[in-house]
């Protein structure tokens, strides 16, 4: 608190955008990808409110004497240049914190700022905090001058739609619902669709725990494909695209919204994004999954574990060198590389039953994948194909597989999508956690022998 003190106290700083900055505190927006999951959308947001009103409490003189020293005087000159607008940027946050108790003074000071600002960049400021006391007569009147002043100007009333429909009140949907049935309001706009509809979307009140919000959002994207598919499948994004951050209830809540958006008829852009976000928000994720279900000529018997992962021992009916080209993994290569699953089930959040070792696995030269779909099996990785120590081919290896749990046996563009994205999402946390738990010591690389038949079948392979 004391060196927020000293920012709004600063007066050595010439650049004033600087210490305006340093005061914002970092939007919702912005928190969520970086806090943990789970995450209660609503409860982040009050959490940030509060330290907000703490901060406006325990600096209040301070900030009420910066804020009436940057307040021009009456018949001052309005100068459009570099410092002038870092000190309106400077003032208008000070007023931010100053609103943020929501009192009568609170909002006197607001409709002031409102009705003596000169420029756009001051009166949206004041505007924006008094649709959040949408009850108090200064904004009941600052929302008719706004429109009014506004003059039919398409930006200007984007912004008396956008300020409104991202207002900080409980109730922002039924106020959502009433803006969409403004005279002004058309979706067939997009400017005005996203000053409405997307802007809620992105708000923290979207994600109400009784749902409505994504009812909201189920009832819309089909209304505005029709209309604008582009549109559409960017609000489909912005609306589901942090599910994997969020609590459970939630995200069973976004799962059966989606569930309904894959069963309509959309465009090809929607459609793809919804599609996607099916393929990532199928149940099996977290549950067990499946790479190389026994085959005919392949098959498998638990042999024991490594740190609680289950190993299995591969081996073919027709007798030991009938596999091809195998590698018997070492103990101690077992146990590096169930550290580095297990690391990997940490950073995706699975269970740790969800993957097994296979050892003495046949390498195929073809490069044929074994990924298969039968969700009694675990996810299954072949000890030979990389030492653990190349985890970051392990981790390109696991989204492969959970691709192909949600998408099939197939390697058409939506595997390659679902798998990106699953990279994607996960790099970060897999990056941070490879940093934190390095292998103790990287197994060497080693060289496997080749059967007499293996090398039978290549040479026939290539003669053909």
């Not at 106290?9 to 210490?19: A, N, P, V, W, Y």
């Not at 307040?71 to 570099?82: L, N």
């Not at 609000?235 to 958006?261: P, S, Y």
């Not at 993957?355 to 073809?366: F, K, S, T």
Request: charged content about 30%; overall charge positive; glycine content about 6%.
């Amino acid at each position: 608190m004391d060196a927020l003190r000293r920012t709004v106290q600063d007066r050595e700083t010439e650049d004033l955008s600087l210490i305006a900055y340093a005061l914002i505190l970092p939007s919702e927006s912005t928190l969520i990808p970086l806090a943990q999951p789970p995450i209660d959308p609503m409860r982040l947001h009050a959490a940030r409110n509060r330290v907000r009103k703490l901060i406006a409490a325990e600096t209040a003189e301070d900030l009420r004497d910066r804020y009436e020293e940057l307040t021009p005087e009456e018949g001052e000159a309005y100068t459009i240049d570099g410092p002038n607008a870092s000190r309106r940027r400077l003032r208008n946050v000070l007023l931010a914190y100053l609103a943020a108790p929501g009192t009568a003074e609170a909002a006197a000071r607001c409709g002031a700022h409102f009705r003596s600002a000169r420029g756009m960049t001051d009166k949206e400021a004041a505007f924006s905090l008094l649709c959040s006391m949408p009850d108090s007569a200064e904004a009941k009147e600052a929302v008719e001058v706004f429109l009014a002043e506004a003059k039919g100007d398409a930006n200007v009333i984007d912004k008396w739609f956008a300020s409104q429909a991202r207002a900080d009140v409980d109730d922002l949907l039924p106020r959502v619902r009433q803006l969409m049935e403004h005279p002004e309001f058309t979706l067939k706009n997009p400017n005005r669709l996203r000053s409405v509809v997307s802007v809620f979307i992105g708000s923290p009140q979207f994600h109400l725990a009784d749902g409505s919000g994504y009812d909201f959002a189920l009832e819309m994207i089909p209304k505005v494909d029709g209309l604008n598919p582009q549109v559409a499948a960017g609000m489909a994004n912005c609306a589901f695209r942090t599910w994997q951050k969020l609590d459970q209830d939630r995200q069973e809540l976004i799962r059966e919204r989606v569930k309904a958006l894959q069963k309509m008829s959309l465009s090809k852009d929607t459609a793809e994004i919804v599609s996607k976000m099916q393929g990532l928000l199928t149940p099996a994720l977290p549950a067990r999954s499946v790479r190389c279900p026994p085959v005919p000529e392949r098959r498998l018997s638990r042999c024991g574990s490594a740190r609680r992962v289950c190993v299995f021992q591969a081996s073919s009916p027709a007798g030991p060198g009938a596999l091809g080209r195998r590698y018997e993994a070492p103990e101690r290569e077992l146990d590096e590389l169930a550290a580095v699953l297990l690391n990997l089930v940490a950073v995706f959040r699975l269970d740790a039953d969800v993957v097994a070792i296979v050892n003495g696995d046949e390498l195929e030269d073809d490069g044929e994948c074994h990924h298969g779909a039968r969700r009694s099996w675990p996810l299954l990785f072949s000890a030979g194909l990389r030492p653990p120590a190349e985890t970051g081919f392990w981790f390109g290896e696991f989204c492969h597989a959970l691709a192909h749990r949600s998408t099939g046996p197939g390697h058409g563009a939506r595997h390659s999508r679902v798998m990106q994205i699953l990279m994607a999402q996960h790099f970060d946390d897999y990056a941070r956690s490879v940093r934190q738990a390095p292998l103790r010591e990287p197994v060497p690389a080693r060289r496997r022998r080749r059967s007499s038949s293996s090398r039978r079948s290549r040479r026939s392979r290539r003669r053909r």
